[in-house]
């Protein structure tokens, strides 16, 4: 019985060749747009409430998923923080 490679062995789209793959199709200048039937860029389905819904969770969590990320990368957060230590700072402790 032949033992069935794992998936850490193969690689089935070996990066290199999918860049290469890539870049050759953007230097083509093909219009993919044009490859697809009109019909289906024309008309779109009835949607259902639920998914709307959900689509608009998505949309709201990307946002803020961004909006976090963003935050990230800046000192806003330090600065703020400091803040906060200055403000702790000039409050009295008083016991209970």
């Known amino acids: 019985m032949t033992a ?7 690689h ?7 860049l290469h793959d890539l870049a050759l ?7 993919f ?3 697809l039937p ?3 860029a024309t008309s779109a389905p009835a949607s259902d409430p639920a998914v709307e819904d959900s ?3 998505s949309i709201e969590f ?9 935050l990230l990368h800046t000192d806003a957060v330090e ?8 403000v702790h700072d000039l409050v009295p402790v008083t016991p209970f």
């Open 4 to 10: 069935k490679p794992d998936a850490k062995s193969t």
């Open 12 to 18: 089935p789209l070996p990066l290199s060749s999918t």
């Open 25 to 31: 199709l953007r230097a083509s200048d093909v219009d």
């Open 33 to 35: 747009t044009a490859l």
């Open 38 to 40: 009109q019909s289906s």
């Open 55 to 57: 689509v608009q969770r």
């Open 62 to 70: 990307s946002r803020a998923a961004r909006a976090a990320l963003k």
């Open 79 to 86: 600065k703020e923080g400091a803040r906060v230590d200055v």
